[in-house]
């Protein structure tokens, strides 16, 4: 399986809704980022569910490559 395409090497700031489930794109070839469209058929991708368990702004991870999965961990940093 190839890497993950780098959307952008910085966080995607969303406002969230408490107990809403949001599908994030792992494959980063979606045009609705940071959430799936299904672009990742046949890539051996998946999106990756976030339930919030809060109200207000998480900052989903847009390198692809954060070991928080969804969320950014800084990993951008370093690419």
């Given at each position: ?12 700031p ?42 207000g ?5 847009g ?17």
């Amino acid at each position: 399986m190839n890497p993950p395409v780098i959307y952008q090497k910085a966080p995607l700031p969303v406002q969230v809704e408490l107990g809403k489930t949001y599908y994030w794109c792992a494959c980063g070839q979606s045009k609705k980022q940071p959430f799936c469209d299904g672009s990742h058929q046949g890539t051996g991708f998946a999106p990756v569910p976030y339930l919030a368990d809060k109200e207000g702004i998480v900052y989903f991870c847009g390198c692809k490559h954060s070991r928080k999965g969804a969320l950014c961990d800084g990993t951008h940093a370093k690419l």
